[in-house]
Structure formats: structure tokens, C-alpha cells
């Protein structure tokens, strides 16, 4: 995460957040001093038993949101510095831009800055890889096809 220019008044360290198809995860925590850089994987795996149609999975992943938080640890409970939203299907298979490079890999977006942050949005680079694979039901449970 990079926000040329700013010094952080906070000296606590901080820590992203993502919030994707009902799951939480967080980075560890970093110092407080830009550019962050947390090099981090962070998986989500989901089971859809319901969904026979992949236009079902579309859909689904279309009305669900993603978020992300830059949260600093400044006492009793966090900071939260800039957000982030968008739905889980433009998050995970963006449009195709007239860029090169492959699909999903260093991107880059600008958070939105929180009333409490001074500066500059800052800007995030990140890559995404997303594996959906076809499961048999059987007995209760699910099978790898």
C-alpha cells in the first residue's frame, strides 16, 4: 500500500482486513510507515451446495460484497484509516483492461480515505487468482470432480 507523502500521526502498527463470500481474514500487522508491505496469500475457499448453474454462481457473487480495511492498532479498538468495496465477481474477474499482463495480476486501486485520515487515498497493488471446480454430492458429501 503506498501514499507518497504521508506520515502517519499514529506510530501503532497497522493491518489489512478483508472481508470476501462470508469470510474474514487479516494480514499481520505492519509498521506504521508507508509504503506497507504485507506480501502476504490469503485463501478463501467456499462450497456453493446449492448452485447447479455457473449464471447462478454469477449472480450470487455479483449481489456479494468485498471489502477491505486498512486498520491501524491506536487504542481501545482500531483505526480504521481507508476501505475499500466492491462485488466479489468485479473483485475477483475484473474487466479486461487495454493493458498488458495477466488476468488479475498487479492491479491496483485507490481506497477510500477515512474522515480521520489526512492525505492523500492510499493506493493499493494486489494480485487475485480464483479456482472454481465442479463437485458431485453424494451421501452429504462433496466430492472433487
Known amino acids: ?30 509498521p506504521a510507515a508507508f509504503p506497507l508491505s504485507f506480501r502476504e496469500r490469503l485463501v478463501f ?6 448452485i447447479v448453474d455457473p449464471g447462478d454462481l454469477v449472480e450470487l457473487m455479483e449481489l456479494d460484497t468485498t471489502s ?31 493493458t498488458h499482463g495477466l488476468h488479475g495480476l498487479d492491479r491496483e486501486i485507490l481506497m477510500k480515505r477515512s474522515s480521520s485520515f489526512t492525505g492523500i487515498a492510499p493506493k493499493l497493488r494486489f494480485s487475485t487468482s480464483s479456482l472454481i471446480t465442479e463437485s458431485l454430492l453424494s451421501s452429504g458429501r462433496s466430492h472433487t470432480q
Not at 18 to 27: D, R
Not at 45 to 50: G, I, L, S, T
Open 1 to 30: 500500500i503506498s501514499c507518497p507523502g504521508v506520515l502517519l500521526k499514529d506510530k501503532e502498527e497497522l493491518y489489512l482486513s478483508v472481508s470476501l463470500l462470508g469470510q474474514y481474514k487479516k494480514t499481520r500487522q505492519v
Open 68 to 98: 477491505l480495511e486498512l486498520i491501524q492498532l491506536v487504542p481501545p479498538v482500531g483505526k480504521v484509516l481507508a476501505t475499500y468495496e466492491e462485488n466479489t465477481r468485479d473483485f475477483l474477474f475484473p474487466n479486461p483492461k487495454l
Open 45 to 50: 475457499e467456499k462450497v456453493f451446495a446449492d
